[in-house]
């Protein structure tokens, strides 16, 4: 065997190796949803059967549509605000000059690196203050102020790695600044915004902490807040968890499909715009 051969050989047992230990805990969670003894199901790795009993449980008894709904609107919500704020930001930093510009960049890059679970007491409080507790809109601005520093910095490197000659060609032929962002700079940095709102989406889905202690009425619960209802004091039910993490995990999977192609098509669509 040729040592090419051999090299070949080795990348495709790395690379089966590597999606082997990527995706065994989506097949674990998913056949363990599934299994209709999951709850003593040990090691084993093939389920006992096919049941969607788990799911019919937690669809239904467990109130989870309800969960799904709420952290829809919260996500969708922190995706789309974040996304509009954090590009006008990104283009307030990153092409005009003003005065304290540096120091706006810099409590930009020192928010971002403050830990979220430091500002829960703080945050809490402030909510408490102004009657924003138990309330949907009110996580949703908690997330924002978490996504946008993020954004706002990621999207400054985009924004200043398109030409300005670009932009001012659309000036000399009689395009006005509104014209000019949304049919120009807008496509040229599209694989930035996209790459914000996964970010974005990520942390307005899957926190818990502040979705915790700000929710009081069930009916406002998130997935992750939702979710840990399914573990006791002593006992976990493990089917209902696992499939109410396997419906956790559809949409985040979902959302990815939809916008994988504008993070490598997003540059040469902007580039034909104008």
Do not use: C
Not at 200 to 211: G, P, R, S, V
Not at 231 to 248: E, Q, R, V
């Amino acid at each position: 065997m040729s040592r090419q051969t051999l090299g070949t050989v080795g990348k495709a047992v790395a690379i089966a190796a590597l999606l082997l230990f990527s995706l065994f805990p989506a097949y674990w969670m998913i056949s363990t949803a599934l299994d209709p003894d999951a709850a003593r199901r040990g090691a084993t790795l093939v389920p006992d059967g096919i049941t969607f009993a788990h799911f019919e449980r937690v669809l239904g008894s467990g109130g989870f549509g309800l969960f799904l709904r709420n952290s829809a609107f919260v996500a969708l919500g922190t995706v789309l605000i974040s996304a509009f704020v954090a590009l006008l930001a990104a283009v307030a930093v990153g092409r005009f000059t003003f005065k304290f510009r540096t120091a706006v960049l810099v409590l930009i890059l020192v928010v971002q690196m403050v830990p979220m679970e430091a500002l829960v007491i703080p945050l809490f409080l402030q909510a408490r203050n102004l009657n924003m507790l138990d309330s949907l809109p009110a996580l949703t601005v908690v997330y924002l102020a978490f996504s946008l520093p993020f954004a706002i910095w990621t999207l400054r490197g985009f924004v200043q790695a398109v030409p300005l000659e670009i932009e001012e060609a659309a000036y000399v032929d009689g395009a006005s600044w509104g014209r000019t962002f949304w049919s120009i700079l807008v496509p040229l940095v599209a694989p930035g915004v996209v790459a914000t709102s996964v970010f974005a989406f990520i942390t307005a889905w899957n926190e818990f902490i502040f979705a915790y202690t700000f929710l009081q009425d069930a009916s406002k619960y998130t997935v992750a807040v939702g979710l840990q209802r399914f573990f006791g004091a002593n006992t976990a039910d493990w089917g209902p968890i696992m499939a109410a993490s396997t419906l956790i995990t559809i949409p985040i999977v979902i959302f990815f499909v939809a916008i994988q192609s504008k993070l490598s098509s997003g540059l040469t669509v902007g580039a034909v715009k104008g």
